[in-house]
């Protein structure tokens, strides 16, 4: 058993310990942290996205700050909502805060729709 030991496992242990340590940082994070745009760069993109957007004029507010948006108002249509999240996450945000609230009719609305979709399937 010694001499098993000794014929195929030791030298691998040997050739385990004679590698190079591994590197501790990632080659991702690294990039990663150099590509991250700014705060004002997130916020010209956003603000150049919306002017060309259909939910620029629901009027919603937005502010961005370490790479966070966050979306304030109210709209009538319900994946204007998604739309806006999209749209910062595009633009560059390491997280988005979607506090865009949704009304009733819009919510309504999509129900509906959604039954009808099942009924007709």
């Known amino acids: ?64 700050q370490h790479g966070t948006v966050t979306w304030e108002g109210n709209t009538n249509v319900m994946q204007h909502k998604g739309s806006a999240t999209r749209m910062a996450r595009t633009a560059g945000a390491l997280q988005v805060v979607n506090n865009i609230h949704v009304s009733e009719g819009a919510k309504a609305t999509a129900g509906a729709n959604l039954k009808k979709a099942q009924v007709s399937e």
């Open 1 to 64: 058993m010694l001499r098993l030991f000794r014929i195929l496992i030791a030298p691998v242990l040997v050739g385990m310990l004679a590698l190079p340590a591994m590197p501790t940082t990632t080659h991702t994070a690294a990039a990663a942290s150099k590509s991250t745009p700014s705060d004002v760069q997130i916020d010209a993109a956003i603000r150049a996205k919306l002017a060309k957007s259909k939910i620029g004029k629901d009027g919603f507010k937005f502010h961005v």
